[in-house]
């Protein structure tokens, strides 16, 4: 089980930053001075694009999207989780003419289409809008959501994905033979389950250019804590960043995605007047319901191993990656019967963004547990180093 | 010990979706798919272990109602423990709601004139803005139709946790002893250097009881005393707040057939253990000194086990 500082060590070596793909012209400096990856968002009217916008980024309650209203002009919203993100919540009526900017800027195109509406017009709109970025950047990323599969039962539900699916695919063959090879993925979502959580991951997996080496950090943990799963996971919008390399499973998906969404409600709940500073913190709220999405709050100012006003400072001191030992991090864990041996799902904040969940058997976590929280402390490093390499390509290029 | 509880009210005011979910850990959005109960559906819930609630959930169509008030009158309101009587906040027919509800009052003092009365205000997720003043004028509608008896009423809805809070009070009416298991809460609080020590029933996660004294919310004059816990100024909601949080992940576990056991938490603000206390209770203890460890918590946990299972025996006993 301590054979992990090893294994540990030559992942973080493959990560000097000479090897590392060099920025595209699809992630922009954005007003904190920080590169961006963009995410557009479109749709037509009354798809959905704003609720799983809301949903995901602002906590908002699936219920309460009913209520929320037309977006008229593009919103940007910037959301920082293990990469900044800056997604662009387009009015139903946009084009590639009044997008206002080049499709190239873009990592990724999230086009939302309301399981009912089969006809013909989302499916021309979104068809112009793949030849469009096809032709300005055939390298971005093409994702189909086809939303509010809530509103559909199971059958018509996986007919009507499919129906879209084959119209998409016929209409782009008819325009031209080569876009054939166009990559589309469709996603079937909804924002009153976690299939919104999971397809969104699934799209962000593709932007974190780091994704290999927290992979490899996972697996390397797993296989040390006897872990049959382990998630890293952004806690306020409970998508999940990595995971190890068993198959995602997606019962065991969702119970993490409740699991945090309990421990993020319980967070604040018996919060003590009187009792306040208690803990040596890091610089950072709490993993809480609290706004993260305000933009002017960039990462200079969330990373607890970071010295204050770093911008342009470009001294990576080796000392301050590490995390001073009187940091509190916050970690919770619950059993589960009835599932011989037991399972105990643990809950360890690794970064102020990133909690890492894991399934242990409950014997093991009983009996060992300050193995596993040792490996939960080499795991920690690795990530707010790869964080920082991160930041430091970000802000300093 | 046997309890029986009345659950009245228009029919599609709510009463079975409410069951549905505070006894069947059934999630909110599933209950559009419950039916019309016809008649009366009993359920015998085993609360507390010795404790058997014998919910009498009635169906409100006019046909029913006319035959609890006649021919089953004596049925219906004989020993009756609790009468629970749900109205619909956007009610089109109030005035028949009371007629019928005045009646029931009327076989309730004929036949159990012992019995607690709680009103319900159901559905406030779909009552109007400004919601608390669509609340009280309602709520002074129905004390003015309760003549001089005593009624609680409350606001609820399924979608949040104020079910829990109604739900909470009226259990809390039926268990025999609840101040004694307060009073032993408090003692075990004091040991475990906690804040505050909850203990909660273990299929519903109502709350039996609280290390502190809680003043009823019948009562909004009472002076609360200026005790240790008023320090920390914690959220009125938080009893409510966490049966509703833990309920819906012990969903979520049933979902993948594993059955929620325990849980541990040191967060920024607080360190909590909630974990099994006797058969049919789990406990919450709440610290706020960071030096105390969760092992700790649940080694004190398992010393108290054998004094309240004891207590518990007891407390139904008499």
């Known amino acids: 089980m301590v054979n992990g500082p090893p294994s540990y060590a030559a992942t973080s070596t493959t990560l000097p930053r000479t090897q590392r793909p060099p920025l595209n012209g699809h992630k922009s400096l954005s007003g904190d001075g920080v590169t961006r990856t963009k995410i557009l968002l479109l749709g037509l009217r009354r798809a959905g694009k704003t609720s799983i916008q809301q949903v995901l980024f602002n906590n908002l309650p699936p219920k309460q999207t009913f209520y929320l209203e037309t977006t008229m002009r593009i919103v940007k919203h910037t959301f920082d989780t293990v990469i900044p993100l800056e997604i662009w919540d387009c009015p139903g009526n946009i084009t590639v003419e009044t997008l206002g900017a080049p499709l190239s800027q873009f990592a990724t195109m999230i086009f939302v289409i309301d399981i009912r509406d089969l006809y013909n017009q989302p499916i021309s709109k979104l068809v112009e809008f793949i030849v469009a970025a096809y032709q300005a950047n055939p390298d971005m990323s093409l994702e189909v959501f086809v939303h509010k599969a809530e509103k ?154 970071t010295p204050t006003g770093t911008e342009g400072t470009s001294t990576p001191n080796a000392t301050t990656l590490r995390p001073s030992r009187d940091l509190f991090y916050p970690s919770a864990s619950t059993s589960l019967h009835p599932s011989t041996p037991g399972t105990t799902l643990t809950y360890h904040l690794i970064t102020p963004q990133l909690a890492l969940l894991a399934l242990l058997p409950t014997s093991v976590y009983e009996g060992r547990r300050g193995l596993i929280e040792f490996n939960v402390v080499f795991f920690r490093e690795g990530v707010q180093e790869i964080s920082q390499v991160e930041k430091e390509a970000r802000t300093g290029g | 010990m046997k309890k029986k509880v009345l659950l009245m009210g228009a029919s599609g005011s709510g009463k079975t979706s409410m069951r549905s979910l505070i006894f069947s850990n059934n999630p909110a959005s599933l209950t559009a798919r419950l039916g019309a109960t016809i008649d009366v559906e009993q359920n015998h819930v085993r609360f507390l272990g010795d404790l058997i609630l014998n919910l009498w959930d009635c169906g409100g169509q006019d046909a029913f109602m006319d035959s609890y008030l006649t021919t089953q009158r004596s049925t219906i309101f004989q020993h009756v423990g609790v009468m629970i009587y749900v109205f619909d906040i956007e009610s089109q027919g109030m005035n028949k709601d009371l007629e019928y509800y005045r009646d029931c009052l009327e076989g309730l003092k004929q036949y159990s004139p012992e019995a607690a009365v709680f009103l319900l205000v159901h559905k406030m997720d779909l009552a109007r803005e400004p919601k608390n003043v669509v609340f009280e004028k309602k709520k002074r509608e129905l004390e003015e139709a309760s003549g001089e008896g005593a009624v609680t009423v409350f606001g609820t809805s399924i979608y949040d946790e104020s079910l829990y809070k109604a739900w909470s009070s009226i259990v809390h009416t039926l268990i025999p002893n609840a101040s004694v298991l307060s009073r032993h809460l408090t003692t075990f609080a004091a040991a475990c250097s906690a804040t505050e020590v909850v203990l909660f029933e273990r299929t519903t996660f109502l709350v039996i009881a609280t290390s502190s004294p809680v003043t009823p919310p019948s009562l909004p004059g009472a002076t609360a005393e200026q005790t240790d816990l008023d320090r920390h100024e914690l959220n009125p909601t938080r009893y409510e707040r966490t049966s509703e949080l833990v309920k819906a992940f012990k ?31 789990y406990v919450l203890v709440i610290v706020h000194d960071p030096t105390i460890e969760t092992a700790a918590l649940k080694l004190n946990i398992r010393m108290a086990r054998r004094k309240f299972e004891e207590l518990q025996g007891d407390s139904l006993l008499s």
């Open chain 1, 152 to 305: 559909l039962q199971e059958d018509d539900k996986i007919e009507n994905f499919r129906q879209i699916h084959e119209r998409v695919s016929d209409r782009l063959l008819d325009i031209a033979p080569e876009y054939e090879q166009v990559q589309l993925n469709f996603h079937l979502t909804s924002v009153y389950d976690h299939s919104l959580h999971e397809a969104f991951s699934k799209v962000l997996h593709k932007l974190v250019d780091s994704l290999p080496y927290l992979e490899d950090l996972l697996n390397v943990f797993c296989a040390n804590s006897q872990s049959p799963k382990a998630f890293l996971f952004d806690t306020t919008s409970r998508l999940y960043i990595a995971t190890d390399a068993s198959p995602v499973d997606s019962a065991t998906f969702n119970l993490c995605c409740d699991y945090l969404q309990m421990l993020n409600s319980f967070g604040t709940l018996y919060k003590s007047a009187a009792a306040d500073a208690r803990r040596p913190l890091p610089t950072t709220p709490p993993p809480s319901a609290s706004s993260t999405s305000s933009p002017s709050r960039g990462p200079t100012a969330s990373d607890p191993g």
């Open chain 2, 251 to 281: 969903h979520s576990c049933s979902r993948v057939r594993e059955e929620f056991h325990s849980l541990e938490m040191e967060l920024y603000d607080f360190t909590a253990v909630l974990d099994e206390m006797t058969r049919n209770t």
